[in-house]
C-alpha cells in the first residue's frame, strides 16, 4: 500500500460525500486505503460512513468516536493506524482533481528532504476565475506537472506526510486541541528537523474553506489561545525587507542565503531592487522590482505596508541613514547590509 488517506468527519454528510467521491474518481494511484475518522457525527452521516465500510476498492477503515474529540486528536488517530509509507491528512471539505494524490507524491518522492506536500488550491490563492470549473482549472495546472515551490509551512486542509516524518517528530502536539496552528506547529517542527515543505504545482484540490468543523461560539477564543502558544514556541510572524539597489555577485549570493534560511524560520522576506533577481523559490520570498522610480515606490511600500517590517536590510549606507531618521514612523530596526 503506498498511503494512507486520514479523513477527519464530523457532520456535513453532503460535502463528506462530496469528498469521498471525488477522491474515488480522481485518485489515480491505484493501492490506496481510506481512513474514516468520525467524530460522533450525527445519524445521516454515520449512515453515509457505514455504507462504505463494504468498499472493496478502495479499501476503507472505519473508526467511529464516541465523542467530537476534534480535528487534531481525530487526525492523529489516523497517522496512528497508518502502515504506509505515505500518510494524507484531507479535510472532508475538500474536492480532489484528477491526479491529486500520484503528483503529490511524484513530488515528494523526487527528494528525500521534503517531508510535507500540499497541492495547489484556493487556500494557498489558486482559484479558478468565475464560472470556470474545478476540473478546467485544475486541468490547466497539468502544464506544471512536476515542479514545486518550497513554502513557510503545509497546511492541515490537504498535507501529504511522509512516514519518516511522523518516525521522527511523532503526529500533531494535542496541546491545540480542538485545532489551528497544529499544522504550522508540525511544519515548524519538520522544517526544524531538516526536512522540507512544498507545493506540488501541478495536483490541484479545492477547499470550501471553513466548512468541515464549522465555527461556533468558541472558536475565536480557541484560535486565540492557540496562537499564543504558537508564538511562544515559534515567535511572532516577522516581515523582513531588503532594499537590494547596488548589488554585486557576492552580496546577491549573501542575500540568497540569508533570504532562504529566514523563510524558512518561518519569516516573510521583501527584497527591492531596480532589476530582476534570480531568487529562491519560496512562497515567504516576494520579490518588488521597480526600475522606475525605486526610491520613491520603495519608501512608500516601507512607510505605509499594512504589516509593518521589523528589520530593514540596505545595501547604500546613506539610504540606510536615512532610514533610521524614518524609523518613528516605520518602526523597523535598520541595518547597513
Not at 460535502?15 to 445521516?44: F, G, H, M, P, W
Not at 526536512?195 to 468541515?212: D, I, K, M, Q
Request: glycine content about 6%; aromatic content about 14%.
Amino acid at each position: 500500500m503506498t498511503c494512507d488517506i486520514v479523513i477527519p468527519v464530523w457532520n456535513q454528510p453532503l460535502l463528506t460525500k462530496d469528498c469521498v467521491d471525488s477522491i474515488i474518481k480522481n485518485t489515480d494511484c491505484l493501492d490506496y486505503r481510506l481512513i474514516i475518522i468520525d467524530n460522533a457525527s450525527d445519524e445521516e452521516t454515520k449512515r453515509y460512513l457505514e455504507s462504505l465500510k463494504s468498499s472493496t476498492s478502495p479499501r476503507v477503515f472505519l473508526v467511529r468516536n464516541e465523542n467530537n474529540l476534534g480535528f487534531v486528536r481525530a487526525a492523529n488517530q489516523g497517522m496512528r493506524l497508518s502502515e504506509a509509507p505515505y500518510v494524507c491528512l484531507i479535510n472532508n471539505d475538500t474536492i480532489a482533481a484528477k491526479g491529486w494524490l500520484s503528483e503529490m507524491i511524484r513530488i515528494a518522492d523526487s527528494s528525500a528532504n521534503i517531508g510535507l506536500v500540499n497541492p495547489s488550491s484556493n487556500n494557498l490563492g489558486q482559484r479558478p476565475i468565475k464560472g470556470e470549473s474545478i476540473e478546467t482549472y485544475a486541468e490547466k495546472l497539468k502544464e506544471y506537472a512536476g515542479t514545486f515551490i518550497e513554502i513557510g509551512s503545509a497546511i492541515g486542509f490537504c498535507m501529504l506526510i511522509k512516514k519518516e516524518v511522523i518516525k521522527r517528530i511523532g503526529v500533531f502536539d494535542e496541546i491545540y486541541g480542538m485545532g489551528n496552528f497544529e499544522d504550522t506547529d508540525f511544519s515548524r517542527r519538520a522544517i526544524k528537523d531538516g526536512f522540507l515543505c512544498v507545493r506540488a504545482c501541478g495536483a490541484y484540490v479545492y477547499h470550501r474553506e471553513g466548512t468541515s468543523f464549522g465555527r461556533d461560539k468558541t472558536f475565536d477564543e480557541n484560535f486565540e489561545r492557540n496562537r499564543q502558544i504558537y508564538e511562544f514556541r515559534w515567535g511572532k510572524r516577522r516581515w523582513i525587507a531588503y532594499i537590494l539597489n547596488s548589488l554585486d555577485e557576492y552580496t546577491l549570493t549573501k542575500f540568497n542565503k540569508d533570504a532562504i534560511r529566514t523563510a524558512r524560520n518561518g519569516y516573510w522576506v521583501w527584497s527591492f531592487s531596480k532589476e530582476h533577481l534570480d531568487l529562491p523559490r519560496h512562497s515567504n520570498i516576494i520579490s518588488a522590482e521597480f526600475n522606475k522610480n525605486f526610491y520613491a515606490r520603495t519608501l512608500f511600500k516601507i512607510l505605509f505596508k499594512k504589516k509593518r517590517f521589523s528589520e530593514i536590510f540596505v545595501t547604500d549606507e546613506r539610504l540606510a541613514f536615512f532610514l533610521e531618521r524614518l524609523s518613528f514612523i516605520h518602526k523597523a530596526k535598520v541595518y547597513y547590509y
